[in-house]
């Protein structure tokens, strides 16, 4: 059918009913470009009166009712279609053709924003009519109830009256009830929601909040639909207050009321101070304000800020005085003591024993030691002389192991022999049986007594002819070792490392003393061990040689070593096989450390990695603060040193180990004296570096490359910057190398030796500037040529030279004692009766430190 029936049409089929009506908008952008927008209009629902009949659908209402009915919802403006676009004119270029279509967009945006604004405008005037035309009939309903009020208890009496008369009459009520018509209901206004608007109460706002009476008959089926109108309200669904909101809004309320409010108890806390904290930072940790705290400390006569620091004391006297509890603690709880962390006896197991050898260079300890082990160690080490600490670990005859270290016999390898005394369990003594004792001999046996270990004395060189062993004995009285063959507890031992005579005595007696000394360690435990010697490989990064005291050492361990932390990459023995673990006193190279330690340094395996970081972190914070911390000074000294013209030699060292740096930075300091002394600018391990020429050129020193050379372009930094480098092999060829360098850098030493004194008795004029001072020769004799110097009243006026000697008008190369002359002095006319004149020469030797 066509629409105009479908109007016309009064009852529709039964059927549901939408409310939301959807259509399309198309948006039309510059560019020519295009959107459609789906839009819902949602149909308005029409409120009648109470007691009315529902009004009629706008369809099926062609005539007006009698009541006015409300106004049917304006259907929405159709949306307007875009105007046709203009024809291009003949002849168009791109950029003008873009340049039309922006403005005819231009144009088309505004046209569809004016009709946008009238449709708003027209809407807005029909909701003001609507909103009219109920408050009327709001108006007259309640006019029309308060009249039927007023009407209904006068008419109420009369049916009462009449009822008991018409008692017989029942037919006629029905007719008449039905004749009357029916009451109207009640018409009860719904109060419009007014926003919040503030209300002072005792200088300050509160929000009150009017909300009209719940309807109970409300529909909430669709209230959480979206429609056009809620999503343009901008106050619908915005975020509703949480409770601790609430909570504190109704506690502000409560103040401002002067309520009674309830004291906040005082809260303990635990405040941990360090040793040095600054006032904010205890204000936090205390949960009080910075001001109180600032407060007390002015009331204790202390005049500090939030952000200046304060000790550990005075930072506990504020904690007491709030109400809380200290915690102190120290920097030093980070780092990792394990002094006192004993093992319980009974997860103790024998461990092999630890044996280091000691004695004079060249006595025949690392020969003695190759032929235990089976190797040729010395064959290896330039010129025969051990620079390091070799560690290894032999099985013997009877299936048991033991660890020996090897140690240097040069006098610069003090600390590393007092090293491989401190972490051993029995010591060695080598003496070669044709030299005797010698320096470093007794060096280590005053080791040996100070780290309190037992000793066996090896008599080496058993094979030659000049072999004296009772001689040795004898010397060894001097030093309180009374060995066994003397009726004392010491056991010596005849040996030969050429022949291999007495090794078999050796063992065994090193086995007797270990079973005495019943070595026992804790194998199920993290690790500790002892960095014997480290270095910079090339190709595998710091290396370190340990000495595992207890605990098991496993690959993959975190560990901290000195101020370096590290990972365990790879365990190696001194075979070069490479191990999963390695158990008490074995030694062992390990790799994965973040640097090169120093020799003597602890390793402890920790946790994870970030225990290891934080603990290393700290000892380089305590490392630097001892490098750079200043050497109390007095005026003495301050003087003394700004007074002072030594001579400073600078040097660059660079080695193969770190026990070997160390050596030789010892070696050298000790060269120093009061006229010159060396300053080491920068030593460490590993290749020479460009880094190194770099500082060696700035400051003109040379670079003492000790088994190393310098990488590629380091000789080529070497080549430029023409930097001298000193290579060496064997220690005490680098020191005297060194102290020649040392007493060139001095010169010649200069010695004076007096030869005569004479007085002045007269002085004489010598031509038109010089002076003649006549001469009475008191000591020795005068000499031509020589040096002399003029004192007067014992302070020396000029230091000169004889230019002229004269006896009698001649001249003459020399005057003796008791006889007179006369002098004409270089570059000085100062001279007056009375005066001395004192002569010497000066002779010129090397010199030597």
Same mark, same amino acid.
């Given at each position: 059918?066509?629409?105009?029936?479908?109007?016309?049409?009064?009852?529709?089929?039964?059927?549901?009913?939408?409310?939301?009506?959807?259509?399309?908008?198309?948006?039309?952008?510059?560019?020519?470009?295009?959107?459609?927008?789906?839009?819902?209009?949602?149909?308005?629902?029409?409120?009648?009166?109470?007691?009315?009949?529902?009004?009629?659908?706008?369809?099926?209402?062609?005539?007006?009712?009698?009541?006015?009915?409300?106004?049917?919802?304006?259907?929405?403006?159709?949306?307007?279609?875009?105007?046709?676009?203009?024809?291009?004119?003949?002849?168009?270029?791109?950029?003008?053709?873009?340049?039309?279509?922006?403005? &005819?967009?231009? %144009? @088309?945006?505004? =046209?569809? #924003? /004016? $009709?946008? +604004?009238?449709?708003? !405008?027209?809407?807005? *005037? &029909?909701?003001? %009519? @609507?909103?009219? =035309?109920? #408050? /009327? $009939?709001? +108006?007259?309903?309640? !006019?029309?109830?308060? *009249?039927?009020?007023?009407?209904?208890?006068?008419?109420?009496?009369?049916?009462?009256?009449?009822?008991?008369?018409?008692?017989?009459?029942?037919?006629?009520?029905?007719?008449?009830?039905?004749?009357?018509?029916?009451?109207?209901?009640?018409?009860?206004?719904?109060?419009?929601?007014?926003?919040?608007?503030?209300?002072?109460?005792?200088?300050?706002?509160?929000?009150?909040?009017?909300?009209?009476?719940?309807?109970?008959?409300?529909?909430?089926?669709?209230?959480?639909?979206?429609?056009?109108?809620?999503?343009?309200?901008?106050?619908?669904?915005?975020?509703?207050?949480?409770?601790?909101?609430?909570?504190?809004?109704?506690?502000?309320?409560?103040?401002?009321?002067?309520?009674?409010?309830?004291?906040?108890?005082?809260?303990?806390?635990?405040?941990?101070?360090?040793?040095?904290?600054?006032?904010?930072?205890?204000?936090?940790?205390?949960?009080?304000?910075?001001?109180?705290?600032?407060?007390?400390?002015?009331?204790?006569?202390?005049?500090?800020?939030?952000?200046?620091?304060?000790?550990?004391?005075?930072?506990?006297?504020?904690?007491?005085?709030?109400?809380?509890?200290?915690?102190?603690?120290?920097?030093?709880?980070?780092?990792?003591?394990?002094?006192?962390?004993?093992?319980?006896?009974?997860?103790?197991?024998?461990?092999?024993?630890?044996?280091?050898?000691?004695?004079?260079?060249?006595?025949?300890?690392?020969?003695?030691?190759?032929?235990?082990?089976?190797?040729?160690?010395?064959?290896?080490?330039?010129?025969?002389?051990?620079?390091?600490?070799?560690?290894?670990?032999?099985?013997?005859?009877?299936?048991?192991?033991?660890?020996?270290?090897?140690?240097?016999?040069?006098?610069?390898?003090?600390?590393?022999?007092?090293?491989?005394?401190?972490?051993?369990?029995?010591?060695?003594?080598?003496?070669?049986?044709?030299?005797?004792?010698?320096?470093?001999?007794?060096?280590?046996?005053?080791?040996?007594?100070?780290?309190?270990?037992?000793?066996?004395?090896?008599?080496?060189?058993?094979?030659?002819?000049?072999?004296?062993?009772?001689?040795?004995?004898?010397?060894?009285?001097?030093?309180?070792?009374?060995?066994?063959?003397?009726?004392?507890?010491?056991?010596?031992?005849?040996?030969?490392?050429?022949?291999?005579?007495?090794?078999?005595?050796?063992?065994?007696?090193?086995?007797?003393?270990?079973?005495?000394?019943?070595?026992?360690?804790?194998?199920?435990?993290?690790?500790?061990?002892?960095?014997?010697?480290?270095?910079?490989?090339?190709?595998?990064?710091?290396?370190?040689?340990?000495?595992?005291?207890?605990?098991?050492?496993?690959?993959?361990?975190?560990?901290?070593?000195?101020?370096?932390?590290?990972?365990?990459?790879?365990?190696?023995?001194?075979?070069?096989?490479?191990?999963?673990?390695?158990?008490?006193?074995?030694?062992?190279?390990?790799?994965?450390?973040?640097?090169?330690?120093?020799?003597?340094?602890?390793?402890?395996?920790?946790?994870?990695?970030?225990?290891?970081?934080?603990?290393?972190?700290?000892?380089?914070?305590?490392?630097?603060?001892?490098?750079?911390?200043?050497?109390?000074?007095?005026?003495?000294?301050?003087?003394?040193?700004?007074?002072?013209?030594?001579?400073?030699?600078?040097?660059?060292?660079?080695?193969?180990?770190?026990?070997?740096?160390?050596?030789?930075?010892?070696?050298?300091?000790?060269?120093?004296?009061?006229?010159?002394?060396?300053?080491?600018?920068?030593?460490?391990?590993?290749?020479?570096?460009?880094?190194?020429?770099?500082?060696?050129?700035?400051?003109?020193?040379?670079?003492?490359?000790?088994?190393?050379?310098?990488?590629?372009?380091?000789?080529?930094?070497?080549?430029?910057?023409?930097?001298?480098?000193?290579?060496?092999?064997?220690?005490?060829?680098?020191?005297?190398?060194?102290?020649?360098?040392?007493?060139?850098?001095?010169?010649?030493?200069?010695?004076?030796?007096?030869?005569?004194?004479?007085?002045?008795?007269?002085?004489?004029?010598?031509?038109?500037?010089?002076?003649?001072?006549?001469?009475?020769?008191?000591?020795?004799?005068?000499?031509?040529?020589?040096?002399?110097?003029?004192?007067?009243?014992?302070?020396?006026?000029?230091?000169?030279?004889?230019?002229?000697?004269?006896?009698?008008?001649?001249?003459?190369?020399?005057?003796?004692?008791?006889?007179?002359?006369?002098?004409?002095?270089?570059?000085?006319?100062?001279?007056?009766?009375?005066?001395?004149?004192?002569?010497?020469?000066?002779?010129?030797?090397?010199?030597?430190?």
């Amino acid at each position: 059918m066509s629409d105009d029936n479908d109007n016309q049409r009064v009852r529709k089929p039964l059927g549901l009913r939408r409310s939301v009506d959807a259509g399309e908008v198309k948006q039309t952008f510059s560019h020519g470009r295009t959107n459609k927008v789906v839009v819902e209009v949602k149909r308005r629902r029409v409120l009648g009166k109470p007691g009315e009949a529902a009004p009629p659908p706008v369809e099926a209402a062609p005539a007006p009712a009698p009541a006015p009915a409300p106004a049917p919802t304006p259907a929405p403006a159709p949306t307007p279609a875009p105007k046709p676009a203009r024809p291009a004119p003949a002849g168009e270029t791109p950029q003008e053709r873009v340049k039309r279509l922006q403005l &005819e967009a231009e %144009e @088309e945006r505004l =046209r569809l #924003a /004016e $009709e946008a +604004r009238k449709r708003e !405008e027209a809407e807005a *005037r &029909e909701r003001e %009519e @609507e909103e009219r =035309r109920r #408050a /009327e $009939e709001n +108006r007259r309903a309640e !006019e029309e109830s308060e *009249r039927q009020r007023a009407a209904a208890p006068a008419a109420a009496p009369a049916p009462e009256a009449e009822a008991p008369a018409a008692g017989g009459e029942d037919a006629a009520a029905p007719s008449a009830k039905a004749d009357a018509a029916p009451a109207a209901r009640r018409f009860t206004p719904v109060e419009r929601p007014e926003p919040k608007r503030p209300v002072e109460i005792k200088g300050k706002k509160k929000e009150e909040k009017r909300t009209a009476p719940a309807d109970e008959g409300k529909d909430n089926r669709r209230s959480g639909k979206l429609t056009v109108t809620r999503a343009l309200n901008e106050d619908e669904g915005r975020r509703a207050r949480s409770l601790a909101a609430l909570k504190r809004a109704r506690e502000k309320e409560r103040r401002g009321q002067g309520g009674p409010s309830k004291p906040r108890e005082k809260q303990v806390r635990d405040v941990v101070v360090p040793e040095a904290i600054t006032v904010s930072e205890l204000a936090n940790r205390m949960a009080e304000k910075g001001a109180d705290l600032v407060k007390a400390l002015f009331n204790m006569g202390m005049m500090v800020t939030v952000n200046q620091t304060i000790d550990q004391d005075t930072a506990e006297l504020l904690v007491e005085e709030f109400g809380h509890n200290i915690q102190r603690v120290s920097e030093s709880d980070v780092d990792i003591d394990t002094s006192e962390d004993t093992d319980p006896e009974e997860t103790l197991r024998p461990r092999p024993p630890v044996v280091t050898i000691m004695g004079h260079v060249d006595h025949g300890k690392t020969s003695l030691l190759d032929a235990l082990r089976g190797t040729d160690v010395v064959k290896g080490e330039a010129g025969g002389i051990t620079q390091h600490i070799g560690a290894y670990q032999i099985t013997t005859k009877d299936k048991s192991k033991i660890t020996f270290l090897d140690t240097p016999g040069h006098a610069a390898f003090t600390e590393m022999r007092m090293r491989g005394a401190n972490v051993t369990d029995i010591v060695i003594l080598v003496v070669a049986g044709d030299d005797g004792l010698m320096p470093q001999t007794i060096e280590a046996i005053n080791h040996t007594k100070a780290a309190g270990v037992p000793m066996i004395v090896a008599i080496t060189k058993s094979d030659k002819a000049e072999f004296n062993p009772q001689k040795i004995r004898e010397r060894l009285l001097e030093h309180e070792i009374v060995v066994e063959a003397m009726s004392g507890d010491v056991q010596d031992v005849e040996v030969s490392a050429k022949t291999g005579a007495g090794l078999d005595k050796l063992i065994e007696a090193i086995g007797l003393q270990a079973e005495l000394l019943e070595l026992k360690a804790r194998p199920d435990r993290d690790a500790e061990a002892t960095v014997i010697e480290a270095q910079l490989d090339k190709g595998r990064g710091p290396v370190a040689t340990v000495l595992v005291t207890r605990g098991t050492l496993k690959r993959g361990d975190n560990f901290v070593v000195g101020t370096q932390s590290g990972r365990v990459r790879a365990i190696v023995d001194d075979k070069g096989q490479q191990l999963k673990e390695a158990g008490p006193s074995m030694p062992v190279e390990v790799l994965g450390l973040g640097g090169v330690p120093s020799a003597g340094d602890h390793l402890t395996v920790v946790e994870n990695e970030q225990r290891a970081r934080e603990v290393a972190k700290y000892r380089q914070e305590k490392a630097t603060e001892k490098r750079t911390a200043l050497a109390p000074t007095n005026f003495d000294t301050m003087f003394a040193g700004l007074a002072s013209n030594v001579i400073e030699y600078p040097v660059v060292v660079k080695a193969d180990v770190q026990g070997s740096v160390e050596a030789i930075v010892n070696a050298l300091h000790n060269l120093s004296n009061d006229e010159i002394k060396v300053r080491v600018l920068n030593a460490g391990v590993g290749a020479i570096t460009e880094s190194d020429v770099l500082l060696a050129a700035a400051s003109k020193a040379p670079i003492i490359g000790f088994n190393v050379r310098p990488n590629a372009k380091a000789r080529d930094l070497v080549k430029r910057d023409n930097v001298r480098m000193m290579y060496y092999d064997v220690i005490y060829h680098l020191t005297d190398a060194v102290a020649k360098e040392m007493a060139g850098e001095l010169g010649p030493e200069r010695i004076e030796t007096v030869v005569g004194r004479a007085e002045v008795k007269q002085v004489f004029p010598a031509g038109k500037k010089d002076k003649a001072a006549g001469l009475l020769v008191l000591e020795g004799a005068i000499r031509k040529g020589l040096f002399a110097r003029l004192t007067r009243a014992d302070v020396i006026v000029s230091a000169t030279k004889i230019a002229s000697l004269r006896r009698f008008k001649d001249d003459v190369d020399e005057v003796r004692a008791g006889l007179e002359c006369g002098v004409v002095l270089e570059d000085t006319n100062d001279i007056k009766p009375g005066d001395m004149l004192e002569v010497f020469s000066v002779e010129e030797r090397e010199r030597t430190l």
